[in-house]
């Protein structure tokens, strides 16, 4: 399987501080994408990142891309309670084919 | 407003009870797919379909069929449900070319 994995599985952190989570792939990509995912809800985009890029801001939002390690970090600062949420990553492999980690579930305690 | 919605959001069904999960998106996009989402396995596609009257198997496609006549609409047909294929599915849209997805808000089978 081509299925990428996140770690930690699981992040339990105070409210103010930063959490960090990575995504580990197996393939070459197009891009990878970060998508968060309330409670059985539907996914929600984040960032997007391209093979050609190595670091992207959006907002509270930093992600890092290594191509030679096949690997990601997604880094939230300044923590909130509504960032509660279970995040994944995403490979876009084809332009049409993408691989869903499993996720990390982050728990922001207020 | 822009958006990706699937009906039925709930369903209970048995065995062998033909069924189809409609997926709608109002956005234009020509890329639609089809996911499910399993405890400890993250989301794995189904089938996508690049534009109308064209798609291809994803993932997990055994068990399930897919047809695109029109570009808003992307339904899911489970010809002969099984108890394996209890699960949260969701849709899921985007433009041409590398980007982002737009899901709809998932629909929870369960099939006895």
């Known amino acids: 399987s081509q299925q990428g994995e996140e770690d930690p599985q699981a992040l339990s952190i105070q409210e103010g501080e930063n959490a960090t989570m990575n995504c580990s792939y197996k393939?070459?990509?197009?891009?990878l994408q970060w998508y968060r995912q309330n409670s059985g809800r539907g996914l929600v985009h984040l960032i997007l990142i391209r093979s050609n890029e190595r670091e992207k801001h959006s907002g509270r939002l930093r992600v890092t891309l290594d191509t030679s390690k096949k690997s990601s970090s997604l880094l939230i600062t300044a923590s909130r309670a509504a960032d509660t949420a279970s995040y994944f990553c995403a490979t876009d492999v084809t332009g049409n084919q993408f691989y869903f980690g499993t996720g990390t579930s982050l728990t922001v305690i207020p | 407003e822009a958006q990706v919605t699937q009906n039925p959001r709930y369903l209970i069904t048995v065995t062998g009870k033909k069924l189809t999960v409609t997926c709608s998106q109002n956005m234009n996009h020509e890329y639609m797919s089809w996911y499910r989402q399993d405890p400890g396995l993250g989301l794995r596609q189904i089938y996508y379909?690049?534009?109308?009257?064209?798609?291809d198997k994803g993932d997990v496609p055994e068990g399930y069929k897919v047809s695109r006549k029109e570009k808003r609409n992307f339904p899911l047909i489970l010809e002969s449900p099984s108890p394996n294929q209890t699960s949260l599915y969701f849709c899921?849209?985007?433009?041409?070319?590398?980007?982002?997805?737009?899901f709809g808000p998932g629909t929870r089978l369960t099939v006895l």
């Open positions: 899921a849209s985007r433009q041409g070319g590398y980007n982002e997805q737009f």
């Open positions: 393939t070459s990509i197009n891009n």
């Open positions: 379909s690049m534009n109308v009257e064209v798609t």
